[in-house]
């Protein structure tokens, strides 16, 4: 895995950089990397010390916003860490001593930028390893969030309204809430929430939010260039 980061011996680049650098390493980890860039959920592989082995592009970009953690140079590779937080560095300390003796653990690291929920895992995909290594899973924070909605209302051929009415539902909103939203009577909304039950075959709002919530986790189509 540390061969993710190790730069390309003509253009000096790492897969970080530049995907298509893992390919004169070993063509399979551009293939890996690639498919892991697909996943809205973000994913690190990093050691004890904080050094980051690989990171797909949703766990970069949320290095990159720095709301709990970041990133930064540590003996040139890059090293995960909380953005000016002990408490919650402290937390994600205790989350990989667990890791290091075999165990999983959910830690949510607050700041004052909003939380951020962690699965901490030992990774044992590279045996004989200079030193452990762990995975952090990013967990999705919201339903709606997911690009995967857009993809379920094209499926069930649901309007604008309803996929709006749809993603309400997902964010915990009630109805009257909704239609305070909208501007519109409770009854409009429950007329929408009819429908949707009906095209999406759902026996009620918590099926109805069920099915989205088990929709798995793909990041939206990249912009198709002009």
Known sequence: ???????DPVSGLTAKDDPAALAVVDPSLLSLSLLMDEF???????????RIEYINRAARTELDDA????????????????????????????????????????????SDDGPLDVVVVPFNGQPGAAEPLYALYFVRTSLCASPMLSLFARHHRLTQTEQTVLAALCRGHAMPEIATQLGVAISTVRTHVRNLCIKTGSNGMRELVYQVAVLPPVEPAPPHPH
């Open 1 to 7: 895995m540390t061969a993710f980061l190790q730069p």
């Open 40 to 50: 809205s959920l973000g994913v690190v592989i990093m050691a004890r010390s904080g």
């Open 67 to 110: 709301r709990v953690l970041t990133q930064s140079l540590q003996a040139e590779l890059p090293a995960l860490h909380a953005k000016h937080n002990p408490r919650a560095q402290a937390q994600l300390d205790d989350a990989l001593t667990l890791a290091a003796a075999g165990r999983r653990s959910l830690v949510s690291l607050h």
